[in-house]
């Protein structure tokens, strides 16, 4: 048994699925989050069902990719549609629903947000119109479930009937919408702040601020999680324990400096994942979180499309890149809902090439903020021109034609912090379960190869480029070896080498622009081909190596 | 390619006669625009038999601008247009000819005439262009689609009214206005004080283009659109683009939509519809017609 959930973006559609069927599916307050359907089975009394959140579509005239996957759902005879009105935006989805109607399946209908207007929409006018049931629901405070779940109870067991097909024309939708529809109210305070905040004056201002709190914020906080949470934790009570049953184990020799020396794994796989860069996907994400649930990121998108139409692109496009600072491989999956495959690709090649995934960045401020609170926001200043540059270069080389920006605003919304907790925990348990045992992996493998002088051997195959063009120690080589397999690996080996500021500038250039890691190419891979894949190991790897080797060349000079 | 001249008496006018010719109409000008005035002359004049330079300036930087302003002003191939004060190097004709309208060519200094005919004929367009001896403030514009007034027509202001006056409903007046130091010299005439709906084309160097259009009172395009709905106005949608999202979000004829506001750089226009807003690429704007 097979149900579908239907309706526009942004409607609130992947919370209530995720009331429905205690699944964690991605939710924000951006439209078009679900690019993938998901499926989630679910239960009403001791009937077992399976429910499939539907990508949120505007239309169903196969224009997108969304679009398509609908129709697709739509065609594959589902026993019943659980379609989600907008309260606040009724005419638009009751459109779409008329379309939905025009298959002839079981439906019912849930107008949803119906704490965004101030009165009630008069469903049973609804649904004497459309010969379907009709409940209201506030998803996001788990308000109208039991009558949703009845409903579909009602679809499982056959009670209702297949809709009749009718007009679909915007002329009856507005007809139904406009008796049905109670008048918006005025605007309230958090509704004047957000229209104020997509306004140029103040809004640009604004955006300045929110982007330097939020970088301060997840700097701030990340540090703070480190320096009083974590590294008490492991240097006071967790490393002396490892280092003492260690050696009372094992005696001198390279298999004790394999467990706790230089590279030893028992230290770095713990004290790198979780020391130094957990923190800063607690904080990141922590803060992206909150943007997305908001809805302050689409107002920073039309702000900043003016920007954005100098690289061919659409300030929608920021979506992947504020991602991409978290990780680039949701970033590269979000550019799914780009529809021209050239500015997909033009995005991702930005992304891997200049935009530090969150573990990078953790690593670069604990390596920078050491020698230069001010190395800090250079890298990242640096990062941003990169990409302007990058993208400037790729448009020509490309022949990006400019994109046309079509984007709905949503209201500004106080985030529901059950839901923020929800989403942080998504994150940092992906981290936890995908990131940190492949970097401990790498780590351990590492430790091997340098303690039994493999990597030493490579660092001098590497060292006309690494000391001669780059000025760099021999021995940083390493880095650029275990980079290949995570981001963070490129950086965080140079801790410990006692760097001058030229040559940390210069490593963290080099490993910002070096190429994404092992996950990213599979990425690219799978969704692009291995052309395009083994382009962006060929140009990341001679772009970094170039602008790195010319920073210190020309730094040299003047110095 | 027609080319006619129908210039009387070219030749037995001297440069003192051309002096007083100019000034005419020039009791408030300054001496430093006389002087400027002149020596421009002398410069087309000397362009004028260096066909390369003329060509080449043509093709870099003149052309381009006249194609930006033909655009704005939505002519087309076959327009009827008139260019006051075509002088020695009849640049402007000769694009726009190029372009396949239908161009007369009129100053009151027969020598300018004379030698705009001769430096047109080496030049190939597929249009018709047309050079005449005579004052653009008596010339006759009830006919033209178009009228051009060259950069250094003095008095300026009188032509243009009259060129507005003449035209019928939607006639177009283009002139430049310079920026900065250059008017200081110059002086400007204000768009918004010529009985017509203007938009302004910012250009990268000293000027800007006004295309005034006859009777309307749209203030920045030349047809009411989204784009012209001043911020803060709401206007009633008669047509737009056939987007299925555009329609979702509430930009569908017979909808009242307000204009908030529009973002820098040549950014999106933000509306309003239903309390809903929509960011709407400038482009699209200009294409959403309003009642």
């Known amino acids: 048994m097979e149900v579908l959930l239907i309706g526009p973006p942004n409607v609130g559609k992947s919370v209530l699925f995720n009331r429905l069927t205690g699944i964690d599916v991605f939710m924000a307050n951006y439209p078009g989050t679900t690019v993938d359907y998901k499926r989630g089975h679910a239960s009403v009394g001791d009937r077992r069902y399976t429910l499939v959140d539907v990508p949120g579509t505007y239309d169903l005239e196969a224009s997108n990719e969304a679009e398509r996957v609908a129709i697709r759902m739509l065609e594959g005879k589902p026993s019943g549609i659980v379609f989600v009105l907008d309260a606040k935006n009724l005419e638009a989805s009751m459109h779409l629903l008329l379309q939905v109607l025009e298959k002839g399946l079981p439906t019912v209908a849930v107008v949803n947000r119906s704490d965004l207007v101030r009165g009630k929409v008069d469903t049973a006018f609804i649904s004497q119109e459309l010969g379907i049931p009709v409940v209201t629901s506030i998803a996001t405070q788990s308000q109208g479930l039991d009558e949703i779940k009845s409903l579909v109870g009602d679809l499982l067991e056959g009670k209702v009937s297949p809709s009749v097909p009718r007009s679909s024309d915007w002329r009856e939708a507005e007809r139904i919408s406009s008796q049905a529809k109670v008048p918006l109210g005025e605007m309230d305070r958090i509704e004047r702040w957000g229209e104020l905040m997509v306004r140029p004056i103040p809004g640009i201002p604004i955006a300045i601020l929110v982007m330097v709190a939020t970088f301060g914020f997840v700097v701030g906080l990340g540090m703070g999680l480190r320096q009083m949470v974590i590294l008490p934790l492991f240097r006071g009570h967790l490393f002396p324990f490892i280092e003492g049953a260690v050696t009372g184990v094992v005696s001198d020799g390279v298999l004790l400096n394999i467990l706790i020396g230089d590279y030893g794994v028992l230290i770095k796989t713990i004290e790198w994942p979780l020391g130094l860069v957990l923190p800063y996907i607690i904080s990141f994400y922590l803060a992206l979180s909150i943007l997305e649930d908001s809805g302050y990121l689409p107002r920073l998108a039309v702000l900043i499309d003016g920007l954005f139409r100098r690289i061919g692109l659409s300030g929608s496009h920021i979506i992947p890149f504020l991602l991409g600072y978290g990780c680039a491989v949701p970033a590269i999956m979000s550019t799914r809902n780009i529809n021209d495959r050239r500015k997909r690709i033009m995005v991702s090649a930005m992304v891997c090439m200049s935009v530090p995934c969150v573990a990078q960045s953790g690593a670069f401020i604990s390596l920078l903020a050491e020698a230069s609170i001010w190395l800090v926001p250079a890298i990242f200043l640096f990062s941003l021109l990169a990409a302007f540059t990058f993208g400037m270069v790729l448009k020509r080389v490309m022949g990006i034609n400019r994109e046309v920006m079509i984007q709905e605003v949503p209201d500004l919304l106080l985030p529901d912090l059950n839901i923020l907790g929800k989403k942080l925990w998504i994150r940092v348990r992906h981290f936890l379960s995908d990131g940190v045992l492949p970097m401990a992996v790498i780590i351990a493998v590492a430790a091997v190869l340098y303690e039994t002088g493999v990597l030493i051997v490579i660092g001098e195959m590497m060292e006309p480029l690494v000391v001669g063009w780059l000025g760099l120690p021999a021995e940083a080589a390493t880095p650029l070896l275990l980079g290949v397999f995570r981001r963070e690996l490129t950086v965080l080996p140079l801790l410990d080498m006692d760097l001058s500021m030229l040559q940390l500038f210069t490593a963290s250039v080099v490993a910002l622009l070096y190429i994404p890691c092992i996950a990213v190419i599979g990425v690219l891979a799978k969704e692009f081909d291995l052309r395009t894949a083994a382009y962006m190991l060929i140009v990341t790897m001679v772009v970094s190596f170039a602008v790195g080797g010319l920073i210190y060349q020309i730094a040299s000079i003047i110095l | ?291």
């Open chain 2, 1 to 291: 390619m027609g080319l006619r001249a129908t210039t009387s008496d070219l030749s037995d006018m001297n440069d003192t006669q051309f002096n007083e010719v100019t000034q005419n109409h020039g009791s408030e000008r300054s001496g430093l625009m006389v002087l400027m005035q002149n020596g421009y002359k002398r410069m087309e004049m000397t362009v004028s038999r260096l066909p390369l330079l003329g060509n080449l300036y043509g093709r870099i930087f003149y052309g381009p601008l006249l194609r930006r302003e033909a655009k704005v002003a939505g002519l087309e191939e076959g327009s009827k247009v008139v260019v006051v004060g075509s002088g020695h190097l009849p640049l402007t004709g000769i694009h726009l000819a190029k372009q396949g309208m239908r161009v007369t060519c009129i100053d009151n200094d027969p020598e300018a005439t004379s030698s705009a005919v001769r430096y047109a004929a080496r030049r190939s367009h597929s249009g018709e262009l047309e050079f005449m001896t005579e004052d653009g403030i008596h010339h006759d514009y009830s006919e033209a689609e178009a009228v051009w007034v060259a950069f250094n027509v003095s008095p300026k202001e009188p032509i243009v009214r009259k060129a507005v006056d003449d035209m019928e409903t939607g006639g177009k007046v283009i002139y430049r206005n310079p920026r900065g130091l250059l008017a200081k010299v110059y002086g400007v005439v204000s768009p918004s004080e010529i009985p017509a709906g203007h938009r302004r084309i910012r250009h990268l160097v000293g000027k800007d283009s006004l295309v005034l259009v006859n009777r309307l009172e749209c203030d920045h395009c030349l047809r009411k659109t989204l784009c012209s709905l001043e911020e803060g106005c709401e206007g009633v949608i008669a047509a737009g683009p056939e987007d299925p999202v555009l329609r979702a979000l509430g930009i569908r004829p017979g909808k009242t939509v307000r204009s908030l506001c529009r973002q820098p750089l040549g950014g999106p226009l933000l509306a309003c519809v239903d309390g809903r807003k929509v960011a709407i690429d400038m482009d699209i704007a200009r294409t959403i017609t309003l009642v």
